[in-house]
């Protein structure tokens, strides 16, 4: 039995009075692996981001709905303590705020529940160790002075922190070299179970390398121009966007 | 007889550091000194380039107003004798979409105050501004560079390279003035000083100004010698100190130097410090 | 939201508010003649030479005219102050001895709380005297001195009379003179050679008459290789009249000593805090100070640093928050004096509500500093598009061997950064408290715990129901 946690319904998107998507529908359920792939430009950042609701883009026509419920008119926060993750492209710098502080308000806040820190610590502790990050980085500022790969460490440690129910992971695997897109493929594959799902935007695939890719879309000029199973990804990787098909006007 | 103002600090602080005020040179007050104006009018879309060389004029007074779409480029090249004072003040106005490019240079004079007050008034205007001085013997400099930003999405840029030997005097104040409204606006300035020799007195005075939120503002001001590891490795290769002195004061003025459109007043500015650099007391 | 707002803002009033009857024994009149003056050195017994300075002061007071620069403070009127309130009782060296009232307004500040927790001595200023004063045993045991003014005046006459307002002279600025007139109260402290007190000094200054002025004298003179933490904190309930605070704070951090001078000032926003502080620090000495602005109407203050000795230092942090009818004009001032000496100036400042921050400083190297070194990093905050921020910082560099760096930033909070707060869950408000408590971090790390949790609070109090 699947159940659906993530419905998109005729997405119209776009910034600055530019549609950017145009008209995506796209259905994610429980315990799926998606795989979004697509030239520089297509809109696949833009859909992330709008999934999460980013405030600088508008959605203008269709719909989003998460777990049966209608989140298009929805906060960010609001999503993400209903259960969305964005794993960040270029992650922000944010000075006098610690990992550990950030990470025990926000489970806090999608939590409801007061956090005791001793428990908190241990098990931050755990899923640093496990990331190969330096116990120190807790206490350093989010992302200051991080390397491109300690950055994106440190969003799956917060993917793993904070487990919501829907990863969306934009190009988490770029700039990496190949151990450190192994430690975060491992992190990744540790989150993902029959209970939850993401949705992976991806330039070389390894990062799918421990996980089962269910479905693969291939976005072009904000569509959805092709779909199919795990074979695509290979097929793209080999043969380029160039013979997936122009959108159809 | 009382001192006739030149210019003044956009917000006062305190007076025992005498960056207040710049008054007019005695010499130039007690003989009264002719005022040579320029007026320079920037149609719309059109571009303007005007190089202006000053060795004989002590007084001059610049205004140019461009107009929507236009660009001016305007270059001022202070290059009196020694012995004398001079001033120059310039007004620009920016309108919708303008852009101002000013590139100056203080060589000459025995006392020389340059005032420059760049008003961004239009939205999505622009100012970009890169000054040198080179001040020695007992040289007095006195610099008042104001950018205000009225318009929308306004961007400013203010550089300024500097070099200071004997016991040269120097006061550069900077201003970057943000107004309510000027939403989306950026400005960025800097100084940079390098001290040749004790005995010099630098005076650095960047402010900023915002009654905007919506704005995005940085200076930063760099004062100190030269650096001794720079030094070291151009030595190792053969240079003695005066001119290790020449090349790296050559590089720091280089990226102004270059928006000189004239191959012979560039070539001209840079003669003129490295000999001035070779004669260093010190 | 509205309701949380209003709920909040109750709060804060009800804790610094707190307005007592006045019932001061003796009151001097308005306004300031020669004769207050006599009355004032009268009421304290002063020596003659104290008279002598007070009544020199006064002469210099009425000589030197009011800055050109910085906020305006056309709305003081002197001739309506009261510069002089005497509150009922003696002064006590056991808490139980302080009259009810002042107790209760003590206690809800949390003072003595904070004596027994976390600090080794106290002083408690209400209005123009210090009614409790205590230090610890093991402290007075190994020579340290902690007192009030009045007393310092009259047991240790020698050492005040070698160092009083030797730093700040009455004739350095008007509201100097002012304060040499008819200062009041205050901290004296004496730390000997080598003696280390671990555990910090507090002051806490708190005016309570309406239209009164409060002109406490703190002098703290730390020996060589000795070492000290002080902390004064100040407030005031809220009148319709202007309040006057002009204080004067003199740090003399001799040869090897270590000063640290925190403040956390939450005076009430009817008060013009026009103080001055200043410290001379000898050979291998360092001050610190770290300076938390908030309250006030108006504020003009720049403590300034006087390396004097060769390799003395300076640390300054310092956070500014001004929010509605605010105009807090702060920073510092370092004159290097001697080789090698080393500044580093660290401020954050925060405008909201239509409040007026400014930035403020001077940096002076003297042809003898050579080797010195200093940095100066400030950032501002703007929280809206009524408030204003300025930066206005001098540098005067008189000598080529130095390493000057100085750097500023003016803007707002990036809306990215609220986007990746609030996609881990985080609401918008809370995501912006922690951006500016984040913002002042720099601050919060350099105060005693119990005093980054008020700064955090007085921050909290400013930003909840204005943003988003």
């Known amino acids: 039995m699947t159940e659906t946690l993530l419905e998109i319904h005729d997405l119209h998107a776009g910034a600055a009075g530019r549609e950017i998507l145009k008209g995506i529908d796209l259905t994610i359920q429980k315990g799926e692996v998606h795989v979004i792939l697509g030239p520089n430009g297509s809109g696949k950042s833009t859909l992330m981001n709008v999934i999460m609701g980013h405030p600088g883009y508008q959605v203008t026509e269709g719909s989003l709905t998460f777990e049966g419920k209608d989140i298009t008119a929805l906060k960010t926060f609001e999503r993400a303590r209903a259960g969305i993750f964005l794993s960040f492209q270029t992650p922000e710098e944010i000075p006098g705020i610690t990992v550990e502080n950030m990470l025990r308000t926000a489970r806090q806040a999608i939590t409801g529940k007061r956090e005791r820190i001793f428990g908190f610590r241990k098990e931050l502790k755990e899923m640093m160790e496990e990331l190969q990050i330096d116990p120190s980085y807790s206490e350093r500022y989010l992302n200051v002075g991080f390397s491109g790969g300690e950055k994106k460490r440190n969003e799956i440690l917060q993917l793993l922190m904070l487990r919501p129910k829907l990863a969306l992971l934009d190009e988490t695997d770029s700039g990496l070299d190949v151990d450190a897109v192994q430690i975060v493929s491992r992190g990744v594959s540790k989150f993902h179970n029959g209970d939850n799902a993401c949705l992976i935007i991806t330039h070389n695939a390894r990062i799918l390398d421990k996980l089962k890719v269910d479905r693969v879309h291939v976005l072009k000029q904000g569509r959805i121009v092709e779909e199919g199973g795990p074979e695509l990804v290979d097929q793209i990787n080999r043969d380029g966007f160039g013979h997936i098909k122009e959108t159809t006007e | 007889m009382e001192k006739e103002l030149f210019s003044t600090l956009p917000v006062p602080t305190w007076r025992w550091l005498g960056v207040n005020e710049a008054y007019l040179p005695e010499e130039l007050q007690t003989l009264p000194t002719p005022v040579r104006k320029i007026q320079i009018d920037v149609p719309a879309g059109q571009h303007v380039t005007q190089v202006i060389a000053n060795r004989t004029e002590q007084r001059t007074e610049i205004t140019a107003h461009v107009a929507e779409g236009g660009s001016l480029q305007l270059v001022q090249l202070q290059l009196l004798p020694s012995d004398k004072a001079g001033t120059c003040s310039v007004a620009v106005t920016a309108e919708k979409d303008a852009q101002v490019y000013y590139t100056g240079a203080e060589i000459g004079a025995s006392r020389v105050l340059a005032q420059v007050k760049i008003d961004l008034a239009g939205d999505n205007s622009k100012a970009d501004v890169a000054a040198l001085y080179f001040g020695d013997g007992t040289r007095s400099i006195d610099l008042n560079y104001v950018i205000t930003q009225t318009g929308k999405k306004t961007e400013a840029n203010m550089q300024v390279r500097g070099a200071l030997q004997d016991s040269a005097a120097k006061i550069f104040r900077g201003t970057l003035d943000f107004k309510a409204g000027s939403k989306g606006s950026t400005g960025r300035e800097k100084e940079e000083v390098v001290l040749l020799n004790e005995g010099i007195r630098n005076r650095s005075v960047p402010l900023m100004l915002s009654a905007e939120e919506d704005v995005n503002g940085q200076h930063a001001v760099s004062a100190g010698r030269l650096d001794n590891s720079r030094l070291f490795y151009l030595m190792s290769r053969g240079l003695d100190e005066k001119e290790a002195r020449k090349l790296v004061v050559g590089a720091l003025f280089a990226t102004v130097l270059e928006r000189v459109p004239d191959a012979d007043l560039r070539e001209e500015i840079s003669r003129e410090v490295e000999e001035r650099i070779e004669h260093g007391q010190r | ?468």
Not at chain 3, 238 to 259: P, Q, S
Not at chain 3, 339 to 364: D, E, L
């Open chain 3, 1 to 468: 939201m509205e309701q949380q707002k209003t709920f909040v803002e109750d709060i804060e009033r009800t804790l610094y508010d707190i307005r007592n009857e006045d019932h001061s024994v003796y009151k001097t009149e308005r306004g300031l003649t020669e004769e207050i003056i006599r009355d004032i050195s009268r009421q304290k017994k002063d020596p003659a030479w104290m008279l002598d300075f007070r009544l020199q002061s006064l002469e210099k007071y009425y000589r030197i005219p009011l800055p050109v620069w910085g906020p305006d403070i056309s709305e003081l009127n002197m001739d309506d102050i009261v510069t002089y309130v005497r509150p009922g009782g003696k002064m006590a060296g056991n808490w139980q001895e302080v009259p009810e009232e002042i107790k209760a307004t003590f206690d809800r500040l949390g003072i003595p709380e904070a004596e027994r927790t976390s600090l080794s001595g106290v002083g408690a200023q209400y209005d123009s005297e210090v009614v409790y004063h205590r230090v610890q045993k093991e402290l007075s045991d190994q020579g340290v001195i902690y007192t009030d003014f009045e007393t310092a005046v009259h047991e240790y006459e020698d050492i005040v009379k070698e160092y009083f307002m030797k730093l700040v002279p009455p004739k350095d600025h008007k509201f100097a003179a002012l304060h040499g007139a008819v200062w009041s109260g205050g901290s004296f402290v004496y730390v000997p050679e080598g003696v280390h007190v671990d555990i910090p000094l507090q002051s806490y200054f708190r005016l309570n008459a309406a239209g009164a002025g409060q002109f406490e004298h703190t002098l703290i003179i730390c020996e060589k290789n000795s070492s000290l933490h002080f902390i004064e904190g100040c407030s005031a309930p809220r009148y319709n009249v202007t309040n006057l605070h002009a204080g004067c704070v003199e740090l003399y951090v001799k040869e090897g000593a270590r000063l640290r001078y925190s403040t956390i000032e939450n005076w009430s926003r009817n008060m013009m805090n026009l103080n001055t502080k200043r410290a001379l620090v000898e050979k291998d000495g360092l001050i610190e100070w770290v300076s938390g602005s908030f309250g006030s109407h108006v504020s003009c203050l720049y403590p300034s640093s006087i390396l004097h000795g060769e390799n003395a230092r300076c640390e300054f942090t310092g956070v500014t928050f001004a929010s509605r009818g605010q105009d807090l004009d702060t920073g510092a001032t370092v004159v290097m004096l001697a080789p090698n000496t080393s500044a580093n100036i660290n401020t954050r400042t925060i405008s909201k509500s239509g409040g007026a921050a400014t930035y403020r400083s001077a940096v002076k190297v003297t042809p003898g500093a050579k080797g010195a070194k200093c940095l100066v990093n400030c950032e501002s905050l703007l929280l809206d598009e009524k408030s204003r921020s300025d930066t206005l910082p001098v540098m005067d560099i008189e000598t080529d061997d130095v390493e000057i760096g100085h750097e500023a930033k003016i803007g707002r909070i990036s809306d990215e950064a609220i986007f990746y707060l609030t996609s881990r869950g985080i609401a918008e408000e809370e995501a912006q408290a922690m951006i500016v408590r984040g913002f002042v971090e720099p601050v919060a790390k350099a105060l005693p715990l119990e005093y980054a949790v008020e700064m955090n609070n007085l921050i909290n109090l400013e930003l909840v129901g204005s943003m988003g």
